[in-house]
């Protein structure tokens, strides 16, 4: 059988409200979420044992093949899916780890893909989305890897319609832990930030046919929680988002996930890859990719 190809889209957090943190420790989020034309490629060699190697130019940064969520995601679905076929994934690695683009979730969600076609699953399959959700908060919305609005702790999905947004992302290759950022944000178990008047006040998303000005509007009456925490964390952050909010053309800027990696909306390509040149040129250690949002 020939070799299985899927690919791990960078999902982008175009805004990201902490609801509150759940006695259990969890926490409860809204988030509406975007994908990016820059992706990992992730393949599957069927046959024999459960095997991953990693080769591009991001691949000393994944770790410890044990930790890593390719691997996470395989075994859980093994236990799950009796007699489930296998193989040896073999990762491109080229986003940026702990960056708060989902990169190692959408590498997961990619390896429940690849499974899912080998083994004749649904996505739809309730097995494969308990894995997915026990293998990372990310990897379900990662799984489809369309936009949607996101809310509990990742597993309720409502897709959007939302245009093509033309990008730029930038990481200042900073790793940022999510459990950091979390842990400074400083919520005890139980605790809410938003309660029922602030969501009967919830903005309502464009529908389908809405514009990139439709949905900047909405955006920016919202914003991402965790980016004042995670600039206390790395302040590096603010300088790209000072470097963002300075380029020509640009419509919105913000940090996305739990960071480092920022993201801003233009209202042309042309804008787009005139801002990405300027940055590489002003900071040629930073990873910069220019694109659209879908």
């Excluded at 991402?224 to 964390?233: K, T």
Aim: glycine fraction near 10%; aromatic fraction near 4%; hydrophobic fraction near 45%.
């Amino acid at each position: 059988m020939p070799a299985l190809i899927e690919e791990g889209r960078a999902k982008v957090n175009l805004s990201l409200r902490v609801v509150g943190r759940r006695a259990d420790g969890y926490h409860d989020l809204e988030s509406v979420v975007a994908f990016a034309d820059c992706a990992d490629r992730l393949t599957l060699e069927p046959g024999g044992e459960l095997k991953l190697t990693t080769t591009g130019p991001l691949a000393a940064a994944c770790g410890d093949t044990a930790d890593n969520l390719v691997f996470k995601a395989a075994q859980l679905l093994t236990d799950a899916v009796p007699n489930l076929k296998l193989g040896a994934f073999a990762l491109d690695k080229v986003l940026p780890v702990a960056a708060g683009i989902g990169g190692g979730s959408a590498d997961a969600a990619a390896a429940l893909r690849l499974l899912a076609r080998l083994n004749d699953l649904s996505l739809d399959d309730p097995r494969l989305q308990k894995v997915a959700l026990a293998t990372g908060a990310d990897v379900p919305v990662c799984l489809f890897s369309r936009a949607c609005d996101m809310t509990g702790v990742g597993e309720q999905l409502l897709p959007l319609a939302l245009p093509s947004m033309p990008c730029v992302m930038v990481n200042p290759r900073v790793p940022v832990a999510t459990k950091d950022v979390f842990q400074e944000l400083g919520l005890r178990n139980g605790e809410l930030l938003v309660g029922a008047t602030s969501v009967l006040r919830a903005p309502a998303w464009p529908e389908e046919g809405g514009s990139i000005a439709d949905w900047v509007d909405v955006l920016e009456t919202v914003a991402n929680d965790l980016e004042e925490p995670a600039l206390r964390i790395e302040p590096v952050i603010g300088e790209v988002l000072e470097a963002l909010r300075g380029s020509a053309g640009v419509k919105l800027a913000r940090m996305s996930g739990s960071g480092a990696t920022c993201f801003a909306i233009y209202g042309s390509p042309a804008d787009t890859h005139a801002a990405a040149e300027k940055i590489r040129r002003d900071h040629p250690g930073w990873w910069v990719h220019a694109g659209t949002l879908s």
